[in-house]
Every structure is written in C-alpha cells, then in structure tokens.
C-alpha cells in the first residue's frame, strides 16, 4: 500500500565537500544537491547565505570532494559550521590542481576541480554548473584505471531521513543484467 | 598517493525510472543523472536522443519512480531498450496522482510526480527542473511518516566502474554527529 504523503523530496544524494577560495583561503562546505549533467559536468546548488558563494561567484570555479566515511564527522561539521564564524581549511590538508583557486581535500579520496559554465538563480540558491577540468583519485580506488565506487566508501544524504547512509555491495552490472529480459 | 585521471565524472548517483506520457502511453526510462536543485525541487537529465524527450516537452510534466533492489533487470532493460522500439509500460502498473499526464511505477516504492518549472539546453541534453507536486511511498518506507532511504533499497549508478550499487547501513544522524567537533 502507498500513502501519498505531499511534495516530499526523497531522492538520495551524493554527500560531498565543496570547496573555493574565498578572501585568499581555501573554505569548504557540505552539500549533497549535487549532480551530474553530462559526461563531464556536474551542478553543485549553493544556498545563497553560505560563505563559500561569493568565492565560486568571483573566481567561477570550485572543487567537488567525496569523503569517505571516515571523514563523516568532518563532514557534517563543515555543513553547521559557517566559514564567517570558523577557519575550516584548517580542519584538512589542502592541495590543487589546474586551477589556483579550487582547493581541493587531500584526506578525500576522489577530488573534481571544476570551472563554472553556467550559472543559474533560484530564489535560495545559486546553482552552478561546473566543467570538470581534472579528476584526483587515491590510487587504491583505481582499478584497472577506472574509479571504483566500492573503494571510495562515500556515503548518502538522506533529507528526509537525516541521515548519511553507507553505499553497500555491488549490485549488478550497468547496460548488461538487463540484456535478456524477455 | 592520488593520480590525476583527466576529466573524469565519478559522481555516484541514483538511479531512477523516469516516467512521462508519450502519444498518449505511458513510458519510461532509466535516469541517473538526477539530483536535487531545493527543497521540492529536482532535476533530470535526458539525452535529446531519448524516445521520452517529446513527452516531457510536450505536457511539461514527469515523474521520478525509484526502483528497489529487485527491479534492477527491469531498471536496466529501461536504460538499454528505446520506448521506439518496445513497449516499456507493459514492464509496469502505472498509476496516476495529480498530474493525469505523469505515469508512476506501482513496483517503485517511492514516487515522485513533477511539473516541470524551467529547463534548459545543453549539447546533448535537455535538463528538466521539476517542483515535486505529490510524492507516493510505500506504507513499507515510511517510519513515524517519513521516508527512510534504507527501506526504500534504491541502488545507485556510477559511470565509472558501470555499476549498480547497494545502499549499506545507516552511518550516523546528519546535523548531529559533527556538532562536538573541537
């Protein structure tokens, strides 16, 4: 049986750390309203009230960092805590890429730094769409050269459960279990 | 040790059935790239190539259906096969809520019918903004009425490794577990 239940936003996310510079110094924040929007782009949606905005609006690039589970308490840290009131760079060790201005996690196993392509408004949140420029990955999520989610251990954001929530087991394999389905 | 793997998009993501009416059928399709824009507002994806694309235009409204663990044959059949082809509402019950011209999966324990409120125009695809108008979930998902992501036993996608995978256990209580951070 299913209860309608009203405009209930139940779709799980990826949590990860978003990084920029903002008045020369690496910030990080929580967010998990992102996704993917083609092969090689992905939109982060910033409340426009978090400190780390007017660092993407100035320098037009950001980082993507997945944590892993152990870096769950930093994690939600850095999403109650705000950069005006707290230096959360120094929570991390920082490193970068192509661009100078997204910092990227060292302790987060896989790190996207991404320039700003579009831009667009919603009445809370600015969201941004970004290019991935480069893609940093600890070497033992690599197999075969290919990032393998088991190995990142990244976690979920869940809104309406308000938890994060482990990734489990590998399934089943993508454009293939469901070949010779009658 | 980190290794820059060019502009890798390893983002996880949840996989859903999108679902829209097509000369005057129901049909879906299989989307990964969705995520969540604000508080009652989500985004999806569709490569313009996709047989759902015209629906979508045509009545602006669609649903997100989140498949459990057992419908991963189906939910991959839907990635691979094209509606031009076959007939992907035979697979499903449908079912309608508010919108009559936004099909939901009876099987999928949650689902999510959406007026489309803005879209916008990549190479590739076009990216539908959807206000959630009415969620549906199984009696089964909701614990003290809310919507808990480990009964729903979605499974996620991730380009990279080509996989379905699991959701694990619950990890800790966000807004909460960072609070004691020194």
């Not at 230096?87 to 929570?91: G, H, I, V």
């Not at 192509?98 to 997204?102: E, F, G």
């Not at 070497?139 to 690599?142: E, I, N, R, T």
């Given at each position: 049986m299913k209860t309608e239940i009203g405009a209930v936003n139940a779709l799980p996310t990826p949590t990860t750390l978003v990084g920029a510079t903002v008045n020369g110094k690496p910030t990080y924040t929580t967010i998990a309203w992102v996704g993917v929007i083609g092969r090689t782009t992905l939109f982060v949606s910033v409340n426009k009230?978090?400190?780390i905005i007017s660092g993407i609006r100035e320098n037009q690039t950001f980082s993507v960092n997945l944590p892993s589970e152990n870096l769950v308490k930093e994690t939600d840290y850095c999403g109650i805590k705000s950069g005006k009131d707290v230096?959360?760079?120094?929570?991390f060790k920082s490193f970068y890429g192509?661009?100078?201005?997204?910092p990227m996690i060292q302790e987060c196993p896989l790190n996207m730094e991404c320039r700003v392509v579009k831009t667009f408004d919603t009445p809370t949140h600015d969201v941004f769409i970004g290019e991935i420029v480069s893609t940093h990955c600890e070497?033992?999520?690599?197999v075969d050269g290919n990032v393998t989610l088991g190995n990142l251990k990244p976690f979920l954001y869940s809104m309406t459960d308000k938890g994060y929530w482990k990734i489990g087991k590998k399934l089943a394999n993508a454009w293939e279990i469901g070949k010779n389905i009658k």
């Open positions: 009230q978090r400190y230096d959360k760079s120094a929570l192509k661009l100078k201005t997204a070497d033992s999520a690599l």
